[in-house]
Nanobody
């Protein structure tokens, strides 16, 4: 059973940066496609970024392209999300999800079997 724990959220001013971490236990994250989703109050869950099983590529939501970067730290069994130039609309609970149903990353929640509890990101002055 894969377990996922997100960390790194917090309060940051507009234009600031945060680095989120998705740490896994119970299985090897390297064998899973991994995605970050976010959900703000009153809004639908939104795909932020995803990374394929090793050997594939990455993807980003239109609203975060050029600002966010997803990467694997395989030795630590983690996936990170570097978030730069944060804006108010980035405020949300960020969830890490992993799955074996797809090899390439997609922004479809149903493609991911394992989910973390979420970490709060608040961008405010």
């Amino acid at each position: 059973q894969l377990r996922i724990v997100e960390s790194g959220g917090g309060l940051v001013q507009p234009g600031g940066s945060l680095r989120l971490s998705c740490a896994a236990s119970g299985s090897t994250l390297r064998s899973h496609a991994v995605a970050w989703f976010r959900q703000a109050p009153g809004k639908e869950r939104e795909g932020v970024s995803c990374i394929s099983v090793i050997g594939g590529g990455e993807g980003y939501g239109d609203s975060v392209k050029g600002r966010f970067t997803i990467s694997r730290v395989s030795a630590a069994n983690t996936v990170s999300l570097q978030m730069n130039d944060l804006q108010s609309e980035d405020s949300a609970v960020y969830y890490c999800a992993a799955g074996t149903l797809r090899r390439v990353c997609v922004f479809d929640s149903d493609a991911y079997e394992f989910w973390g509890q979420g970490t709060q990101v608040t961008v405010s002055s």
